[in-house]
């Protein structure tokens, strides 16, 4: 008998390898990092900050190269990584920059 165990997917959707720039909006504090969305799904996102800041659970991640918004909720934490499920997304922003 092998000791190998298969592992279940529990995401209802399947996550992309990405790398693409965002910002992360803290939705109770205004504050808002630069962070790395390193996967990303229909439904849900991995993003890496640049530091541990505290943040709350409830934020916006923008897309910056797509000018997209999704509202967020932080579903984990482990270092300077947060798994986030997104709702309500996307929607188109307008660049504070012309």
Known sequence: MSDVQITRERRAHPRYAVRKNGLFVDKISGNSLYCEIVDMSASGARV????????????????????VCYD??????EGNFLGLSLEN?????TPAYK
Not at 48 to 67: C, G, H, M, P, Y
């Open 72 to 77: 967020a909720r932080v579903v984990w934490r």
């Open 48 to 67: 890496k900050l640049a530091n541990s800041f505290v943040l709350s659970d409830r934020a916006e991640l923008v897309v910056l190269s797509e000018a």
């Open 89 to 93: 997304g996307p929607r188109q922003v």
